[in-house]
T-cell receptor
Framework: AQKITQTQPGMFVQEKEAVTLDCTYD???????LFWYKQPSSGEMIFLIY??????QNATEGRYSLNFQKARKSANLVISASQLGDSAMYFC????????????FGTGTSLTVIP | DTAVSQTPKYLVTQMGNDKSIKCEQN?????MYWYKQDSKKFLKIMFS???????INETVPNRFSPKSPDKAHLNLHINSLELGDSAVYFC??????????????FGDGTRLSIL
């Protein structure tokens, strides 16, 4: 069975500080992709960052980086230098190769950036 | 030049009615999806089409029927609407069903409210 777990329903961070949003996953498929999406209060889903299961290096995209620990089956999102506009829901998703690029989403973490 | 567009953005209707949501993507992607996001923000796959062929059909009541006239369009028709159908419905597309490394690109969602 495929499973994605986000254990932090809500997080707060001071503006300009870094924050880590946790994500653990479970799959028996050796090949999979891990994704993070941002959903602001306006409702759209914005793709942030991707990590492949065979990638040797952690993915980075601007202020976003993915702390990928394969043995622990974790794919935490790190946001550096938080901005007020980072306040949103953040979803972790997994796509096992054998599932037709089907995404399994976590329950999300609501991040609030405090000025 | 919206990549994935869905209409309508809001849909308010009475229980028992039949309604449709339309989705179009101009990204040249082969695969399209429908997701349901419930009141707790949980996102769950409903259907996926690859080149007009149904490839994912999760446990969804048969009142929901997807239709893909071509690979750029995936519409969702819902018969005999029930209170529990109230949710946000997202359309998404991706490069191909055989790849686990392709992000899905989401439309802005359709907020369906059943009175």
């Amino acid at each position: 069975a495929q499973k994605i777990t986000q254990t932090q329903p809500g997080m707060f961070v001071q503006e300009k500080e870094a924050v880590t949003l946790d994500c653990t996953y479970d799959t028996s498929d050796p090949s999979y992709g891990l994704f993070w999406y941002k959903q602001p209060s306006s409702g759209e889903m914005i793709f942030l960052i991707y990590q492949g299961s065979y990638d040797q290096q952690n993915a980075t995209e601007g202020r976003y980086s993915l702390n990928f620990q394969k043995a622990r089956k974790s794919a935490n999102l790190v946001i550096s230098a938080s901005q007020l506009g980072d306040s949103a829901m953040y979803f972790c998703a997994m796509s096992p190769r054998g599932t037709g690029n089907q995404f399994y989403f976590g329950t999300g973490t609501s991040l609030t950036v405090i000025p | 030049d919206t990549a994935v567009s869905q209409t309508p953005k809001y849909l308010v209707t009475q229980m028992g009615n039949d309604k449709s949501i339309k989705c179009e993507q101009n990204l040249g992607h082969d695969t399209m999806y429908w997701y349901k996001q419930d009141s707790k923000k949980f996102l769950k796959i409903m259907f996926s089409y690859n080149n007009k062929e149904l490839i994912i059909n999760e446990t969804v009541p048969n009142r929901f029927s997807p239709k893909s006239p071509d690979k750029a369009h995936l519409n969702l028709h819902i018969n005999s609407l029930e209170l529990g159908d109230s949710a946000v419905y997202f359309c998404a597309s991706s490069q191909g069903a055989r790849h686990s490394n392709q992000p899905q690109h989401f439309g802005d969602g359709t907020r369906l409210s059943i009175l």
